[in-house]
């Protein structure tokens, strides 16, 4: 581990000082990802901004009908959250199909979003990979793929997005808040994590010093029927190959509306806006549920060692929806 400086900020406006002042910092949540790369030599920090003591812990309702998270939430308390359970299903489960107690404990909401991929080139620094060093090459082509991307990735990179809670808020139409040197900034979840282009070394749209203080759920109503789906190689502590989160709308045996999203596929969480067009209006049926997820995949490019994922891809859509589809309304 290479030495570096720590402060703990004193409010939102002095974290965002501090880092955007200073080229080689970053703020420091809850450690479980940024301390593992430190020890790994895949980040080198000059100076980490300590952001968890910040008034950003609380979980509140805003005017609107919606619910506003804090940043510095910790991943198990938001799982535990009356609201969210009640309200946002899909987000709780999603939580809880992530990491270990000890290590939600200690997550934040602001770092979850951020935390990196878990792509074995990356995290080896040995190896050459476009993401830690841009232009080195990539190693997982060719190489081992079984996490890697199906839907919209690059020649550059084929990494995947590790967050299963990220795959829920997308699928939430969450917005996360921001403050940065330019003041505050509001962005629609979908739009936070870029896929990899020919700039694979950028995760998301977020500027140096963009501190991330919120993230705001609007008042959705039938997202009390949502449903988070994990597929993985063991059933705790194991990243997703493929994961589906959706919430649905349903009447009289018809999809009114639909929100899905999936995880484990792309180098962002992957909305599902084909397969939610494909929905609506339509009977909740098998042959509907099976078209859409149909429509999303279309243009999946599976990998050498990852063709498996469409199929599992449809197959997981599929059982997510007839899940929910059956339930009882509550
Ligand atoms: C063994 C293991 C298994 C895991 N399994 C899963 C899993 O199955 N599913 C899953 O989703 N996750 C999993 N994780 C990842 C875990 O969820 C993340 O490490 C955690 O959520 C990161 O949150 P943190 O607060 O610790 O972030 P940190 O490590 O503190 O920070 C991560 C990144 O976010 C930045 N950052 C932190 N807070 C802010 C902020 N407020 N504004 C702007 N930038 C910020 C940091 O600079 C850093 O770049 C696993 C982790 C481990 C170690
Ligand atoms: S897939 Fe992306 S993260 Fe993995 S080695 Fe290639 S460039 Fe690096």
Known sequence: MIPFDYRRAEDAADAVAAVTTTPGAAFLGGGTNLV?????????????????????????????????????????????????????????????????????????????????????????????????????????????????AILGASERCVATHPSDMAVALSALDAVVVTQGPGGERRIPLVGLHRLPGDEPERDTVLEHGELITAVDLPDLAFAARSRYRKVRDRASYAFALVSVAAALDLADGRIRDARLALGGVAHKPWRAVRAEEALRGAPATEESFRAAAEAELDDARPLDGNEFKPPLARNTLVATLRDLAGEEDR
């Open 36 to 148: 593992d790369h430190l020890r790994l030599g895949v980040a080198e920090p000059d100076l980490l901004v300590d952001v968890t003591r910040l008034p950003f812990d609380r979980i509140e309702r805003l005017p609107g009908g919606g619910v506003r998270i804090g940043a510095g939430v910790r991943n198990s308390d938001l799982a535990a959250d009356p609201l969210i359970r009640q309200r946002y299903p899909v987000l709780s489960q999603a939580l809880l199909s992530g990491a270990s107690g000890q290590l939600r404990n200690l997550a934040t909401t602001g770092g979850n979003l951020l935390q990196r991929t878990r792509c074995v080139y990356f995290q080896d620094v040995t190896m050459p990979c476009n993401k830690r060093a841009p232009g080195s090459g990539c190693s997982a082509l060719g190489g081992y793929t079984r996490y890697h």
